[in-house]
């Protein structure tokens, strides 16, 4: 099996105690590398100390996460822009717009969302877009800026068919399935025979969304697995040919060729 987990906070607090262990039983469910998206200036440290500590296996993005836009949003940007500067990363992640949780920074949220946008094509880099209750902003900034000019994936994607209907003419943009799809409650398999393997990679925005049969768990990259099999179901494809199909899409999406 191989599968590329596009999407995973392991290096927030939840895994200081077993980090390595979770490390070992990704390797062993098939996870060929890990890809780390930042979220604020806080968590800048614990990104890089696990991208040093598992070199070239788990890879750090760099970004500013919509929910941490707030009154001190330009200091943030400021300081996330150095970091560009500073070392590679593999994408401009995680960024975008949250209109789930607090909508008044909603405007500075877009400004801050297409300011990193035009960082992705200034770097020649991917974005991992957060579009948690608004999709259709984040469609709407990315083609303010210019789709035809950027590449990325819209991470968690759990969308309408309306939705991912506004994202299939961005032909540079993937979907990112995580373990939303294995919910009971979750109209995504029906939503995704709208599109087919080449459009999408996984994930598992680790701590978070753990896949059914582990849902309101910790979860965590070896978990893919559950998000392979499910795509097999909805797709009628081996779990090995979703793997395949879906490592390959992320290892082009982000330039993993080499690595």
Same mark, same amino acid.
């Given at each position: 099996?191989?599968?590329?987990?596009?999407?995973?906070?392991?290096?927030?607090?939840?895994?200081?105690?077993?980090?390595?262990?979770?490390?070992?039983?990704?390797?062993?469910?098939?996870?060929?590398?890990?890809?780390?998206?930042?979220?604020?200036?806080?968590?800048?440290?614990?990104?890089?100390?696990? #991208?040093?500590?598992?070199?070239?296996?788990?890879?750090?993005?760099?970004?500013?996460?919509?929910?941490?836009?707030?009154?001190?949003?330009?200091?943030?940007?400021?300081?996330?822009?150095?970091?560009?500067?500073?070392?590679?990363?593999?994408?401009?992640?995680?960024?975008?717009?949250?209109?789930?949780?607090?909508?008044?920074?909603?405007?500075?949220?877009?400004?801050?969302?297409?300011?990193?946008?035009?960082?992705?094509?200034?770097?020649?880099?991917?974005?991992?877009?957060?579009?948690?209750? #608004?999709?259709?902003?984040?469609?709407?900034?990315?083609?303010?800026?210019?789709?035809?000019?950027?590449?990325?994936?819209?991470?968690?994607?759990?969308?309408?068919?309306?939705?991912?209907?506004?994202?299939?003419?961005?032909?540079?943009?993937?979907?990112?399935?995580?373990?939303?799809?294995?919910?009971?409650?979750?109209?995504?398999?029906?939503?995704?025979?709208?599109?087919?393997?080449?459009?999408?990679?996984?994930?598992?925005?680790?701590?978070?969304? #753990?896949?059914?049969?582990?849902?309101?768990?910790?979860?965590?990259?070896?978990?893919?697995?559950?998000?392979?099999?499910?795509?097999?179901?909805?797709?009628?494809?081996?779990?090995?040919?979703?793997?395949?199909?879906?490592?390959?899409?992320?290892?082009?999406?982000?330039?993993?060729?080499?690595?």
């Amino acid at each position: 099996m191989k599968i590329i987990d596009t999407h995973s906070h392991i290096y927030s607090k939840e895994f200081d105690n077993d980090i390595d262990d979770v490390i070992v039983r990704a390797k062993a469910a098939g996870v060929e590398k890990i890809l780390l998206p930042n979220v604020d200036v806080s968590s800048l440290s614990q990104l890089h100390d696990t #991208a040093g500590r598992y070199k070239d296996y788990c890879i750090p993005m760099m970004g500013l996460h919509p929910t941490s836009v707030d009154g001190n949003w330009q200091t943030r940007l400021d300081t996330i822009k150095k970091q560009l500067e500073l070392r590679p990363y593999i994408a401009v992640g995680e960024v975008g717009i949250d209109l789930y949780w607090d909508k008044t920074f909603a405007q500075e949220q877009k400004y801050v969302f297409e300011e990193q946008l035009r960082w992705s094509i200034q770097y020649d880099l991917p974005v991992a877009i957060h579009s948690r209750d #608004a999709i259709a902003e984040c469609v709407e900034c990315v083609k303010n800026v210019g789709p035809e000019k950027l590449r990325g994936v819209f991470h968690s994607f759990g969308g309408s068919t309306e939705e991912l209907q506004s994202i299939l003419p961005l032909e540079n943009f993937l979907f990112g399935i995580s373990g939303v799809v294995t919910f009971k409650n979750s109209t995504l398999s029906a939503v995704l025979k709208q599109t087919d393997l080449s459009r999408i990679v996984v994930e598992t925005d680790a701590p978070y969304l #753990a896949p059914v049969p582990y849902r309101g768990k910790r979860n965590e990259p070896s978990y893919t697995l559950f998000v392979v099999e499910k795509l097999a179901e909805i797709y009628g494809a081996t779990a090995e040919e979703v793997g395949e199909i879906t490592t390959s899409n992320a290892r082009r999406l982000f330039n993993l060729q080499g690595l």
